[in-house]
């Protein structure tokens, strides 16, 4: 095959580039598949969640006593994703403590996806304050699982909450023990929800509360002892 000698001097050229990027390279490390643009992993107790966007839970959490395994503070527009791993607290020997599971405070428009997991070991459950547009929720068939010793569910939101596919055990000897505190509040939709294992005692034990809420949806809502 015949080139002229400007196609010869320019091939020449590119090999020799070619060859001192080859001689220079290294090989990438095998690192497990790449994070997915958007997505922050949730791998410890005591994360601080205060920028928008999802967060995914990528294992099971052990936290230790007076240890809140997640916060959700100051920020908007949250997916919390719990991918069906277990959250595991320490119950302190005073139960007035007050050590919680997952609190959010001051976020609006916030989502916790609890199909398939399990938080316990607390004695509040979730505590939200200050949190329109909250939903708590698992799936038909994969409820999300919250067992605590004084309150499973606590809300001051001051708006829209939904509480969807709960499995909401309290199971303690504490002051009033309650599975689903909700106050101050426009709309509850509560459906397909269990709390069971109230205590029984002198002191008031309630299923659910409901304080200064002005319209409730309630759908497939059982409360057992």
């Known amino acids: 095959v015949f080139m002229s000698k400007s196609t010869s001097l320019f091939l020449a050229v590119v090999f020799v580039c070619l060859a001192f990027v080859l001689s220079r390279a290294q090989a990438l490390p095998i690192i497990g598949p790449l994070p997915v643009p958007g997505v922050s992993a949730i ?18 959490l052990h936290c ?33 403590l007050g050590v919680i599971g997952i609190s959010v405070t001051n976020a609006p428009t916030i989502t916790i996806h609890g199909e398939g997991a399990t938080l316990t070991g607390f004695t509040q459950g979730i505590v939200a304050s200050n949190t329109p547009h909250l939903t708590i929720a698992g799936l038909n068939g994969q409820n999300f699982t919250i067992q605590a010793t004084l309150t499973g569910i606590s809300a001051n939101t001051g708006d829209n909450m939904a509480l969807n596919y709960l499995d909401v055990g309290v199971a303690g000897t504490t002051f009033q023990p309650t599975g689903i505190a ?33 319209n409730v949806t309630s759908t497939a809502l059982t409360i057992a002892d």
């Open 43 to 60: 791998t410890a107790c005591g994360f601080a969640i205060t920028k928008p966007g999802t967060y995914d839970l990528k294992n099971d």
């Open 182 to 214: 909700v106050k101050s509040l426009s709309t509850l939709t509560l459906s397909h929800a269990s709390v069971h294992g109230l205590p029984k005692g002198p002191a008031p034990v309630y299923g659910v509360y409901l304080s200064r809420v002005n």
């Open 64 to 96: 230790g006593l007076g240890i809140t395994a997640i916060s959700i503070t100051n920020t908007s527009n949250v997916n919390l994703r719990l991918n069906g791993h277990k959250i595991q607290g320490v119950i302190p020997s005073n139960p007035f």
